[in-house]
């Protein structure tokens, strides 16, 4: 029996979620869901290019509507206004388990309104923040995992609003804690627009406490892009992670050395998050509560800030993907 795969929303990521199904051995039939014939035509481009689907066939539709049958698992990698919608379609229908992208909602109401859906329904639902299961995430944990740490992150026009979530959710497995106490003292007043249409982005500061007393910080300067740069340190040692060059420098009483920290691309490891689900295994990925735990007081700190930037108190939404 072929597993039934839906990537619904097929934009630049959707699209790398799409690529990576072609490293699967088993028979697939993946259902590309969006409503631009354009992003369609592109997902399924881009699976062609490397070979397409070692067995199995590819369907792309406009709609959930169209899909001839109920998907196993759904990759839900829609705008994050959409996602709710989506969410509960893909459950009525009776999808059993999925993958979400991040930012996972704009509004705070919807994240409790999920975990209701999900529990009615006893739909598995993982988030695709990845960073704490990098392929050498246990190096650090056994570094620097068992004292107060301070994690900063920083570089300009690298999305402060739609990637911050990724470093929360980092810092929160190397401080064993998952309640941040955050604030947005630090953002720049106003918005600047984002990549996408429709949605905003901040800069400046966003910072953060365990009650252990670990400390995060993520800054984001406006301006071209020029990659994230990630400093953690404790007590006696400092380790410093390149992203573009995949690299991790460690300063430490034996002094200084430069190592490879791989962090594999999107369509590198989409494959294995399907492959382990389907074969019923946990995929390295947290769960919606965990995900949800660290989503909420970040987006309740960017509404908040919102609502001082506009004058509007009664600002529910806030429109970051």
Same mark, same amino acid.
Do not use: M, W
């Given at each position: 029996m072929r597993a039934r795969i839906a990537?619904?929303?097929?934009?630049?990521?959707?699209?790398?979620?799409?690529?990576? #199904? =072609?490293?699967?051995? $088993?028979?697939?039939?993946?259902? !590309?869901?969006?409503?631009?014939?354009?992003? *369609?035509?592109? %997902?399924?481009?881009? #699976? =062609?290019?490397?070979? $397409?689907?070692?067995?199995?066939? !590819?369907?792309?539709?406009?709609?959930?509507? *169209?899909?001839? %049958?109920?998907?196993? #698992? =759904?990759?839900?990698?829609?705008?994050s206004v959409e996602r709710s919608r989506v969410i509960g379609a893909l459950v009525e229908a009776g999808t059993p388990k999925m993958i979400l992208e991040k930012v996972l909602f704009t509004r705070l109401q919807e994240y409790d309104a999920a975990a209701s859906l999900f529990a009615k329904f006893g739909t598995q639902v993982w988030v695709n923040c990845g960073r704490r299961f990098a392929p050498r995430m246990n190096d650090l944990l056994a570094m620097a995992g068992s004292k107060p740490l301070n994690y900063r992150v920083d570089g300009a026009g690298w999305g402060l609003a739609c990637n911050v979530i990724h470093h929360l959710d980092e810092f929160a497995f190397?401080?064993?804690?998952?309640?941040?106490?955050?604030?947005?003292?630090?953002?720049?007043?106003?918005?600047?627009?984002?990549?996408?249409?429709?949605?905003?982005?901040?800069?400046?500061?966003?910072?953060?406490?365990?009650?252990?007393g670990s400390?995060?910080?993520?800054?984001?300067?406006?301006?071209?892009?020029?990659?994230?740069?990630?400093?953690?340190?404790?007590?006696?040692?400092?380790?410093?992670?390149?992203?573009?060059?995949?690299?991790?420098?460690?300063?430490?009483?034996?002094?200084?050395?430069t190592v490879p920290f791989p962090m594999p691309l999107q369509s590198e490891i989409t494959a294995q998050h399907v492959a382990d689900i389907l074969d019923g295994r946990q995929p390295a990925l947290p769960d919606y509560s965990t995900a949800a735990r660290l989503h909420r007081p970040m987006l309740n700190v960017f509404l908040s800030h919102l609502r001082r930037c506009t004058g509007n108190s009664a600002l529910d939404e806030c429109p970051i993907t």
């Open positions: 990537v619904v929303g097929v934009g630049n990521l959707g699209a790398r979620h799409l690529q990576s #199904l =072609a490293r699967l051995q $088993g028979g697939l039939i993946v259902d !590309v869901v969006d409503p631009s014939q354009a992003a *369609r035509d592109r %997902g399924v481009d881009l #699976l =062609a290019e490397i070979g $397409g689907l070692k067995r199995g066939h !590819v369907n792309a539709v406009a709609s959930l509507e *169209r899909l001839s %049958g109920t998907p196993d #698992l =759904a990759i839900v990698a829609t705008n190397l401080a064993g804690c998952d309640e941040i106490a955050l604030s947005g003292d630090k953002l720049d007043s106003g918005t600047i627009p984002s990549k996408r249409p429709g949605y905003i982005e901040f800069t400046g500061t966003l910072s953060g406490r365990t009650a252990s400390n995060f910080s993520a800054s984001c300067v406006a301006g071209d892009f020029t990659g994230r740069r990630v400093t953690i340190e404790a007590e006696d040692l400092e380790l410093k992670i390149s992203q573009s060059d995949q690299t991790l420098t460690v300063s430490d009483a034996q002094g200084v050395r």
